[in-house]
């Protein structure tokens, strides 16, 4: 790429000193002024014009004036402190400082807005479009657009379930997460002698993996071990959502259940308020068993206060990898199609017991006041 700019400019340099070459020459009489070299002076100017288009587009080629590679970003929204962690860790890797120049667009939550924020993208004819799908369906035209453009996909957190024009996805194992709340509630209630699972879940975003996974996780354990499920409705990923459903499971199921699934920690704190307003205990040694998705900072206070029994972790520092993606596609290189973030499960001592995901033994971390601290 190089090779041509610096091509491109010495053709223009030419250009220009043959024209100055011109122009410095004494005027011959207008009368003797042969037509044809008129066209000559003609003939460079253009050739002038050509070569600065042909720069301005090699430098646009080369990665913009600055050399920054150009990425677009589709960021589901601002609905959690999740979310947040994820915006800034992306804000921090795609930095000017790191080559970068990154446009960010916080889709609200809208799949509409998400689907245009793309198409921008490609109006303005960025390196490479990261994509954090809202809804996980729904994609496969916007995606062919993006390729017909020539303009790679890296897609992040959660899954495009409806189409492969992506060039990899990085994120974390939602139906992992699910399964391995459920496993955990298995082999806690058990240690605590409770026999009877009467459960509520707060939904994610329906339709986005995160809740597509993380339900379908639950559920799976929920109906092998024989577990009653008895509502579940859909908080939006927000503090308000999880406490608006909570506020009306609290009336519709008062005294009938004894766990609350929330999928994310903004959920969880929604559901805490409703709980505390309603008079129901929860957390180790209360009537309800609250479990938890993300385990973000905020999350892991509330293990360690004794509110959340259990915090699953969805880890939102994926921008590094992502970067990594990039870095192997300008070396020429192929990116894994998948690449898993790891994820740990969080609880106090007391609620920290053996459990196994799809044979799998897993492990737990206690929350202390390091681990808070060193969270995101
Ligand atoms: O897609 C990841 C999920 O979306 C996180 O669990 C949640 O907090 C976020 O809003």
Not at 152 to 170: A, C, H, L, M, N
Not at 188 to 193: N, R, S, V
Not at 264 to 274: I, L, Q
Not at 324 to 340: F, Y
Request: some cysteine; charged content about 25%; proline content about 3%.
């Amino acid at each position: 790429m190089k090779k041509k700019l610096i091509s491109v400019l010495l053709t223009g340099v030419m250009a220009a000193s043959l024209l100055a070459g011109c122009g410095g020459a004494a005027p011959a009489p207008a009368a003797e002024a042969p037509a044809a070299a008129t066209e000559a002076v003609e003939e460079v100017a253009e050739t002038v014009e050509e070569a600065a288009e042909e720069v301005a587009e090699a430098v646009e080629d080369a990665g913009g004036a600055d050399g920054l590679i150009t990425v677009g970003f589709a960021q589901v929204g601002h609905e959690s402190d999740w979310r947040t962690a994820s915006t800034k860790s992306c804000q921090d890797v795609f930095s000017e400082a790191n080559g970068y120049d990154l446009s960010f667009v916080d889709c609200d939550n809208d799949e509409a807005a998400q689907k245009e924020a793309v198409r921008s993208f490609i109006e303005q004819g960025v390196d490479y479009i990261i994509i954090d799908p809202i809804i996980a369906t729904g994609w496969d035209t916007v995606l062919t657009e993006c390729d017909d453009a020539g303009i790679p996909v890296i897609v992040i957190d959660r899954t495009i379930d409806d189409s492969d024009k992506y060039v990899s996805w990085v994120g974390s194992d939602f139906l992992t997460e699910g399964k391995a709340a459920g496993e955990w509630l298995k082999a806690y209630a058990e240690k605590q002698g409770i026999t009877e699972i009467n459960a509520l879940i707060i939904q994610g975003t329906i339709g986005s993996s995160a809740q597509i996974g993380r339900t379908d996780g639950f559920n799976e354990i929920a109906e092998r071990e024989g577990w009653t499920v008895l509502d579940q409705q859909t908080g939006d990923f927000t503090e308000a959502g999880g406490q608006e459903v909570m506020e009306s499971f609290c009336k519709s199921y008062e005294g009938k259940f004894n766990v609350v699934v929330c999928e994310n920690d903004n959920e969880a704190f929604g559901a805490m308020t409703a709980m505390d307003n309603a008079g129901v205990s929860y957390g180790p040694g209360n009537d309800v068993i609250l479990i938890s998705y993300d385990a973000c900072t905020a999350g892991l206070e509330k293990v360690k206060a004794g509110g959340i029994t259990a915090d699953f972790e969805c880890n939102p520092l994926a921008a590094p990898t992502v970067a990594g993606v990039i870095d192997t596609l300008e070396a020429g290189g192929t990116p894994e199609a998948q690449i898993l973030v790891p994820d740990n499960w969080y609880a106090l001592a007391d609620a920290i017991v053996d459990f196994s995901v799809d044979g799998n033994a897993q492990s737990m971390i206690e929350v202390t006041d390091e681990v808070i601290e060193a969270q995101y």
